[in-house]
């Protein structure tokens, strides 16, 4: 059985070579393939099976008008199967407008991470966030440290404070090549870099054994990718630590997240950067 991935970022020809060949299963983001449909190399009229993965982060990137127009180039007959780490409106929506006579199946984990990992939440000025995460890291001498914020700014900014600090830092956002992007995910696994900082779009499918460490300098606009996040330490049974760097006018995000996780975080102040609006 034969596959393939196609995706943007890298050269058309060697994914059209694949393609000419003949393939089983095909990977594929939505732009991308549609840019392979227009030049003839592939035929999507006799796929039997296709699978929208994460499709609530396919719909949050704004890829809803191509992924109608790819469910108008796959066969009326055919098994759909949506997967999505909640049913948002969207997600409802392309339910209504790709499956017939759907069934659910819903898989109830929120917080199951909890039994691993140490949460901990330190209060701290948002001007004094990459002061402390630097200190933090320095400090302890952690290795492997991977740290989310939420845009790509905010990624580059924290980058930079880091690398200039004197740690070894890439960053992953959605601005990056996709050569760019490899390069960092393998320099982290290998321990050639010590922190990689990262957007949540761009940190989908990110598995590294072993992360010891995961830590939010930004809440995510999300509360339920708090548990994403989260989660991407303490796998498979072993430990892990999330550390969340929340700034006073924060606090109220993260009670949403709380609800999710049905549990309360005790708030602490790290030594030498207590807020100055605490309280």
């Given at each position: 059985m034969c596959s393939a991935a196609i995706y943007g970022g890298v050269k058309f020809t060697p994914q059209a070579k694949k393609l000419d060949k003949g393939i089983d299963i095909l990977i594929a983001t939505p732009g991308r393939l549609l840019e392979h449909v227009?030049?003839?190399?592939?035929?999507?009229?006799?796929?039997?099976?296709?699978?929208?993965?994460?499709?609530?982060?396919?719909?949050?990137?704004g890829f809803w008008d191509e992924v109608q127009t790819l469910l108008g180039l796959f066969?009326?007959?055919?098994q759909t199967l949506l997967f999505s780490v909640g049913l948002s409106k969207s997600v409802k929506r392309l339910s209504e407008v790709s499956l017939k006579k759907p069934v659910t199946v819903a898989i109830?984990?929120?917080?199951?991470?909890a039994k691993k990992v140490e949460q901990t939440l330190y209060l701290v000025d948002k001007e004094r966030k990459c002061e402390l995460l630097s200190f933090m890291i320095g400090t302890h001498n952690?290795?492997?440290?991977?740290?989310?914020t939420k845009t790509k700014q905010s990624?580059?900014?924290?980058?930079?404070?880091?690398?200039?600090?004197?740690?070894?830092?890439?960053?992953?956002?959605?601005?990056?090549?996709?050569?760019?992007?490899?390069?960092?995910?393998?320099?982290?696994?290998?321990?050639?870099i010590r922190v990689l900082v990262a957007t949540d779009i761009?940190?989908?499918?990110?598995?590294?054994?072993?992360?010891?460490?995961?830590?939010?300098?930004?809440?995510p606009g999300d509360a339920e990718?708090?548990?994403?996040?989260?989660?991407?330490?303490g796998r498979a049974g072993k430990e892990g630590r999330a550390i969340s760097l929340v700034a006073q006018e924060e606090k109220n995000k993260f009670k949403e997240i709380e609800k999710i996780l049905k549990y309360t975080?005790?708030?602490?102040?790290?030594?030498?950067?207590e807020t100055k609006r605490m309280g």
């Amino acid at each position: 059985m034969c596959s393939a991935a196609i995706y943007g970022g890298v050269k058309f020809t060697p994914q059209a070579k694949k393609l000419d060949k003949g393939i089983d299963i095909l990977i594929a983001t939505p732009g991308r393939l549609l840019e392979h449909v227009k030049l003839g190399n592939v035929d999507l009229s006799r796929v039997e099976i296709v699978v929208f993965d994460e499709a609530d982060r396919i719909l949050d990137m704004g890829f809803w008008d191509e992924v109608q127009t790819l469910l108008g180039l796959f066969p009326k007959k055919r098994q759909t199967l949506l997967f999505s780490v909640g049913l948002s409106k969207s997600v409802k929506r392309l339910s209504e407008v790709s499956l017939k006579k759907p069934v659910t199946v819903a898989i109830n984990n929120q917080g199951d991470f909890a039994k691993k990992v140490e949460q901990t939440l330190y209060l701290v000025d948002k001007e004094r966030k990459c002061e402390l995460l630097s200190f933090m890291i320095g400090t302890h001498n952690w290795h492997q440290v991977l740290v989310f914020t939420k845009t790509k700014q905010s990624a580059d900014e924290v980058g930079e404070y880091l690398n200039a600090s004197g740690l070894k830092t890439l960053v992953l956002h959605g601005d990056k090549a996709h050569s760019k992007r490899t390069q960092a995910i393998h320099a982290f696994k290998e321990n050639a870099i010590r922190v990689l900082v990262a957007t949540d779009i761009a940190s989908r499918g990110l598995d590294i054994e072993d992360l010891p460490y995961v830590i939010n300098y930004e809440l995510p606009g999300d509360a339920e990718d708090y548990t994403h996040r989260a989660g991407r330490t303490g796998r498979a049974g072993k430990e892990g630590r999330a550390i969340s760097l929340v700034a006073q006018e924060e606090k109220n995000k993260f009670k949403e997240i709380e609800k999710i996780l049905k549990y309360t975080i005790k708030t602490e102040f790290y030594p030498g950067f207590e807020t100055k609006r605490m309280g």
